[in-house]
């Protein structure tokens, strides 16, 4: 029989990780469950029950617990009895973060309706994109934003509207629910995925639910007794807010909502909610080392910090320590095809292991795979991740030669990202092999920026690399071959794009040259170009 070292979970003979942390206690896989039904049904066994659900941070208005179910429960009768929507059905989102969006998610969830969110700041064109791969009957979207939607079946719905606030209002009568197994697909979130176009990635209530598992199981870990308040930054329409707000019920904390983050608007709320748990992004952590905006502001409620989404640097982890030596960081890694993290800082251990990702999540393994020769490493040597687990997506929506790229027929998943595990099991991402630019946590796509610019009659090639930022972790970068007698400039080129694309997508930096490097097979190598911006700027 194999054996499995303790201490770092590797295995030398089937040269697999496994996790260190307790197996998930998942309901059996065969009995119809939602995940929405799943983290309700995991309030009662909690030691510390916040009764506040949410708290809107700019009106300071909440709504308790039974309150956000009895809402939950208005729309779901709503939309399955007035409207007409089905089991099965998709409804594609636009929403801002607010107090509204957890009540249709948990509502679309329990009706076995997949929900579909996108960022409301993206264009018709990349909207259009969406809306062909999801197929849906129906849209929710902000009034800003609603006008970007071309009619659906059952129309859009505006969230901001009087009418919207009446059917929350509205006492549910009783719906004839129809089961909703775990394999269903529950939400279908975008991302690029390790290539250039926009895929849909199909998570389903049992990946879901396996991820809420994960994070109940250390439910118990926390420093005082009071109720938790958790306020995230992070946007619902990505895994990763959409997480840390299901986690949030599932623990029965309260959530502090903000539409949009504003750094000085965050820090006092932390202060006048007494906010014990902040999720963010890298850039968010920079902000808060850099400056004042928490002058006057009593943070000593605060726990933990979860950052995710993109790398952290060691030395703002060193500042952070230095300016909140109470606060407890704790980094994760994820993905949206992991429905959310694979590894995360548990506690005040874990996180004295800074620059890691932390150690893998329950039920999960991993292999790290030399990217020459395509053979698994052992501990301390750097590989591709490959993932495996009931985290796992269904795969991408209508693409199956995306889905046979990335995950093996016997069920692993190709991360894209470079990563060792030390002989501890904590993880640490290295490089990425995809070829992503992360600005502010968004995933931006090299490829659709050079299909943009090529499009323009001036340019006669381009190629897009992300460029190392202080404060958004990286930025598009474009090199731009001119055609001949063309005097474009910088600016030109920057407006060109960012009049077409979602404004986290725009070129914030041009470089014009005489070629793209490219290989024989004529694929851009924008490996080459990135080594090239390195070494200029170490002169
Ligand atoms: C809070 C941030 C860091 C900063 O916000 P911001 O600076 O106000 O601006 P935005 O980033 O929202 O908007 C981008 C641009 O759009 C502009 N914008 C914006 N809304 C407007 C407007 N309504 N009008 C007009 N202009 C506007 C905005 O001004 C800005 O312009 P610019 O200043 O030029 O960058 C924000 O970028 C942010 O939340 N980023 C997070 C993205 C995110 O969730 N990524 C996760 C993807 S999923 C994933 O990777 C999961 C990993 C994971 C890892 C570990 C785990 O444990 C679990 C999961």
Known sequence: MAETDAKSGYCSETKIFHSLRKPLDLPPEDIPLTVSSYALSLQPNNPIVNPTAMIDCATKRSISYSEFIRQVDSLSFHLHSVVGIKKGDVAFLLCSNSVKVPIIYFSLMSLGVVLSPSNPMSTEAEILRQLNLCNPVVAFAVSSASAKLPNLKFGTIVVDSPDFDSVLATEAGEIDRVEVSQSAVAAIMYSSGTTGRVKGVMVTHRNMIANTASFYQHRSERRSSAPAVALGTVPYFHIFGFFAMLRAVAVSDCVVVMERFDLRSMMRAVDEFKVTHL????????????????????????????????????????????????????????????????????????????????????????????????????????????????????????????????????????TGDVCYVDEEGYFYVVDRLKELIKYKGYQVAPAELEQLLQSHPEISDAAVIPYPDEVAGEIPMAFVVRQPHSSINEAHVMEFVATQVSPYKKVRKVAFVNSIPKSPAGKILRKTLRESIASHSKL
């Open 279 to 414: 999720t963010v992004v890298p850039p968010v952590v920079v902000a808060m080392v850099k400056g004042d905006a928490a002058a006057g502001c009593d943070l000593s409620s605060l726990e933990t910090l979860g950052v995710g989404a993109a790398p952290l640097g060691k030395d703002v982890v060193a500042a952070f320590k230095t300016k909140f030596p109470h606060v407890v960081l704790g980094q994760g890694y994820g993905l949206t095809e992991s429905t959310g993290p694979v590894t995360r800082a548990v506690g005040p251990e874990e996180g004295l292991y800074w620059g890691s990702a932390g150690r893998l999540v329950g039920s999960c393994e991993v292999k790290i795979i030399d990217i020459e020769s395509g053979v698994a490493l052992g501990p301390n040597q750097p590989g591709e991740l490959w993932i495996k687990g009931p985290i796992l997506m269904k795969g991408y929506l209508g693409d199956a030669e995306a889905t046979a790229a990335t995950l093996t027929p016997d069920g692993w998943l190709k």
